[in-house]
Nanobody, 123 residues
Framework: QVQLVESGGGLVQSGGSLRLSCTTS????????IGWFRQAPGKEREGVSC????????HYEDSVKGRFTIFRDNAGNAFYLEMNSIELEDAGVYYC????????????????WGQGTQVTVSS
């Protein structure tokens, strides 16, 4: 059974840091591109970051460049989103996903999604 489970969300002060985790099972992570999306209230879901696991190339949405880092544990079944210098606009539900390929910061194609983890930012 395919599963992606996010964890690590919570309440963080503006300027603070969080590390989101995505633990996967039921499929081989090396066969997919991996990424993170987020959705703020009243807004469309947007791709935050994507990694091509075949060569390790990474892509970021402009507003998070230099602040967020996507990485995975080598040969493992988990990947992460390190979030630094968090801003109020970063609040939302964060989803991890594994799918066919990266299109800029968006992972696309056939794949799998997690259920999301909430990130709340206080001023």
């Amino acid at each position: 059974q395919v599963q992606l489970v996010e964890s690590g969300g919570g309440l963080v002060q503006s300027g603070g840091s969080l590390r989101l985790s995505c633990t996967t099972s039921g499929f081989t992570l090396d066969m997919y591109a991996i990424g993170w999306f987020r959705q703020a209230p009243g807004k469309e879901r947007e791709g935050v970051s994507c990694m091509n696991t075949r060569d390790g190339t990474t892509h970021y949405e402009d507003s998070v460049k230099g602040r967020f880092t996507i990485f995975r544990d080598n040969a493992g079944n988990a990947f992460y989103l390190e979030m630094n210098s968090i801003e109020l606009e970063d609040a939302g539900v964060y989803y991890c996903a594994a799918a066919d390929y990266c299109s800029r910061s968006v992972v696309k194609g056939h794949g799998y999604w997690g259920q999301g983890t909430q990130v709340t930012v206080s001023s």
